[in-house]
Nanobody, 123 residues
Framework: QVQLVESGGGLVQAGGSLRLSCAAS????????MRWFRQAPGKERDFVAG???????LYTNSVKGRFTISRDNAKNTVYLQMNSLKPEDTAVYYC?????????????????WGQGTQVTVSS
């Protein structure tokens, strides 16, 4: 079993920054893909960013140029640096581990998920 624990969420004004972290423990897939999804109130959970073990990266269009995903394989930790935040970035952000080779936007039944961390951007 894999446990994913997110941290770093909070309340920030528009234009501000936050850094999310996700620490993985248990039977992790060391060569898998780590991803971030988010779910705004009343909306579906959507892909934000993903990074493979080798460093291949994928972003959803709305965060390109503002968010940066990175990972520390030695620490089994993935990060999401969020800059120039907008009110529409407000959501619960979820960490995801997928046993694949390259990041995709698809959610799979066998993925592992964290409990989520709230990000609120005020205007």
């Amino acid at each position: 079993q894999v446990q994913l624990v997110e941290s770093g969420g909070g309340l920030v004004q528009a234009g501000g920054s936050l850094r999310l972290s996700c620490a993985a423990s248990g039977r992790t897939s060391n060569n898998g893909v780590m991803r971030w999804f988010r779910q705004a109130p009343g909306k579906e959970r959507d892909f934000v960013a993903g990074i493979s073990w080798s460093g291949s990266i994928l972003y959803t269009n709305s965060v390109k140029g503002r968010f940066t995903i990175s990972r520390d394989n030695a620490k089994n930790t993935v990060y999401l640096q969020m800059n120039s935040l907008k009110p529409e970035d407000t959501a619960v952000y979820y960490c995801n581990e997928h046993p694949g080779a390259v990041p995709t936007m698809i959610q799979y039944d066998y993925d592992y998920w964290g409990q989520g961390t709230q990000v609120t951007v005020s205007s």
